[in-house]
């Protein structure tokens, strides 16, 4: 009997129940029985009712998440076309605002610009007549004089003549003649000086400080109140002798104008209004001062809001103060303000630098500022 071990080897069962029988015959003899067992192959784990369970459960979770994933994009991309939609929906509002803002800016440009011409025929009319209308008074002037002497001479002509004179008060002419005739020239100054800054604010400009004498604006400016004041209220001006100091005349008059405006308002039919200039603290200091009634303590920060006021309708120009702010301390780099320590009156105090760090000015631009060409 031999023994030997026979092997097999079905490497592709599909999962069933099988059975494996052999049988034997030895050479020439006859087959052995039948022999055999039963075998059954099983599917592999995956194969299996958990296996394929578990299959369905991640395919479901797999759907799920994908599902949720769809979801929270299509969340987010209505989010975004939410918003696109509001600033779409929002847009045209904003573009009409903007619209109507830049046609409200051109069409004030187009009025600066018309205000400008307009002012520069009647004003250019005005100062070219200034310098002859001054010297024809000289020759009358001249005249009347030797008319006087001659009329010496003729004692007869002389009571008649010397009655003229003085019904005509010809004295008083020829003393206010030359004043009246100067505060005219600093006011066609003034007016020149802002059709210049009307140009170059239209060009796009600041406009420039000059080396100046801030004494000389004060005494101008007060000369051309002076003019205008109340009887009963009188105007005293004491210039410190302070030295030139970069600035703009013009609107340097127009802060002197506002302040001494307003203390005469203030003050009524009677009082005082004192105009001072000094150097102190490195740099110069200008105070308008009134024995008017002052600021009541609650309207002490209000007052230089722009359009605020206590006048009646028709008085005061509602910018005064704010403008006065605006021009010391955005365009002369100094300090305007209420001096709370005076105990009766109202003070305002204008500061300014002695050697301002910004805005120095070119040639060009002084010469635009003091000299300014006729024709806007
Ligand atoms: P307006 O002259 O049109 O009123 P302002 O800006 O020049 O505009 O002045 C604002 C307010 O400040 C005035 O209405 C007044 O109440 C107050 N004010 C200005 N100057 C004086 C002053 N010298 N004394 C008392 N109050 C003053």
Redesign the pocket.
Known sequence: MTHRRYRVKYPVLPPGHYRFEVRARGQGGAWGPLLGFDLEVHPPWWGTVWGRLLDVLLLGAGVAGMVRWRARRLRRRNAELEALVLARTTEPGWARERVAQTEKLSAMGQLLARLSHEINNPLTAIHNNLTPVSEYFEQMNEVLRRYREWLGTRPEQAPEAERLWREEDLDFVLEDLPEALDSMRSASEGIRSIQADLRAFLRGERPQLIPDDLDEVVRDTAELVRRTLPAGVRLKVECGGVPRLLLHRGQLGQVLH?LVR??V??VGAEGEVRVQTAVREGGVELRVA?S????PVE?RKR?FEPF????DVGQ???????ICRQIIEENHGGVFELDERVERG?CFVVRLPLTPARNEPSEKHSSAVTHPTAGA
Not at 292 to 295: F, K, L, W
Not at 308 to 311: D, L, S, W
Not at 316 to 322: D, F, I, K, N, T
Request: proline letters at 4%; aromatic letters at 4%.
């Open positions: 506002n307003n203390a308002d203030a009134d008017g009634p002052g600021v309207l007052i605020f006021t206590t006048k005061g120009s509602r910018l005064g103060l704010a109202a």
